[in-house]
T-cell receptor, first 115, second 110 residues
């Protein structure tokens, strides 16, 4: 079974620039998540999709972050404009979508450095 | 007050030692309790999952949950250098949203 694919693996940008991350979840997984993991901290949920609908985006800084999941499969997360404090690993995860027990399958993440 | 507090570490033990990793939580809505392992430059992977108080064993790993004290632990017996990683506790409500601890970094020295 192929895992969650993410690209790019690394990205370095200057503040105020824009950046986009891509995620391809495990085939058939209805639920897709984007997490932000700052060095030394646990993952923090940014947005959760169920198929192509948003379930939870309460922690997404909507003035600069946006995400979409086209046709309920791939997803992109965009930051525009980036700030220094956005430096983190952006993890995509997917799950089959069984309510209550969400075993998350994570990708390897995109490490973003904002200079 | 944070919903989840995890012993910060780092923890360094000799090979073969018993390791204890601990988290406390404050949200009574948490019904599912998980431990993830995260190797450097990788995403977390699920190690253990449980939803009731008591112990759950899987090989060298034992997850312990005490709902009355809002306390969970992960024990690793006969620790190996390959166990060196960051361990994250995680909690789910019935709505399915996962809340993670900040992780404990473990190093097992040969």
């Amino acid at each position: 079974e192929a895992g969650v694919a993410q690209s790019p693996r690394y990205k370095i940008i200057e503040k105020r620039q824009s950046v986009a991350f891509w995620c391809n979840p495990i085939s058939g997984h209805a639920t897709l998540y984007w997490y932000q993991q700052i060095l030394g901290q646990g993952p923090k949920l940014l947005i959760q999709f169920q198929n192509n609908g948003v379930v939870d985006d309460s922690q997404l800084p909507k003035d600069r972050f946006s995400a979409e999941r086209l046709k309920g499969v791939d997803s992109t997360l965009k930051i525009q404009p980036a700030k220094l404090e956005d430096s983190a690993v952006y993890l995509c995860a997917s799950s089959p979508g069984r309510p209550g027990y969400e075993k998350l399958f994570f990708g390897s993440g995109t490490q973003l450095s904002v200079l | 007050q944070k919903e989840v507090e995890q012993d910060p570490g780092p923890l360094s033990v000799p090979e073969g030692a018993i390791v204890s990793l601990n988290c406390t939580y404050s949200n009574s809505a948490f019904q599912y309790f998980m431990w993830y392992r995260q190797y450097s430059r990788k995403g977390p992977e699920l190690l253990m999952y449980t939803y009731s108080s008591g112990n759950k064993e899987d090989g060298r790993f034992t997850a312990q949950v005490d709902k009355s004290s809002k306390y969970i632990s992960l024990f690793i017996r006969d620790s190996q250098p390959s166990d060196s990683a960051t361990y994250l506790c995680a909690f789910n409500t019935n709505a399915g949203k996962s809340t993670f601890g900040d992780g404990t970094t473990l190093t097992v020295k040969p």
